[in-house]
């Protein structure tokens, strides 16, 4: 699969775990916020990895927010602006989907969300620019 299309596939993954995790928590009764939480997570995972794979970089096998910050802002130093988003959002990758681990009230399920929503959001604009970039050149 060529670059673009496969950056696209996962900044389309990236969307659909945002939309799952708007909807477990603005849309369910009782709302689901540990799941929401961990979707948040998965959505901020995917856009990194979508950077990495636009730049031509195989993100590695993990899901360490904060190590795939690093790799992204060893190519942009712009992403030292997501650092404290993505350790904020880190643990609901695993521990939410354990009992007794993590249990994001409403209140930080909302605040995983809107972290996600911008992590997605920077990751998209970067993508989007280079693309912009490399069609004007």
């Not at 996962?10 to 775990?17: E, R």
């Not at 948040?40 to 995972?45: K, V």
């Not at 007794?100 to 993508?127: G, H, T, V």
Request: proline letters at 6%.
């Amino acid at each position: 699969m060529p670059e673009l299309d496969l950056t696209k596939e996962w900044l389309k993954y990236a969307d659909n775990d945002l939309i799952v995790a708007r909807h477990l928590i603005e849309d369910m009764h009782p709302k689901q916020t540990e799941i929401s939480a961990y979707h948040s997570q998965q959505c901020a995972e995917k856009s990194l990895k979508a950077f990495l794979f636009f730049k031509d970089i195989e993100p590695p096998k993990i899901h360490n927010l904060p190590k795939l910050c690093e790799l992204c802002k060893n190519i942009d130093a712009e992403f030292s602006s997501l650092e404290i988003d993505c350790e904020r959002l880190n643990p609901y990758g695993s521990a939410v989907r354990y009992p007794n681990e993590l249990a994001p009230d409403e209140i930080i399920a909302k605040a995983a969300l809107d972290r996600a929503q911008k992590i997605c959001s920077f990751c998209k604009a970067k993508i989007e620019g280079k693309r912009n970039e490399k069609q004007t050149a």
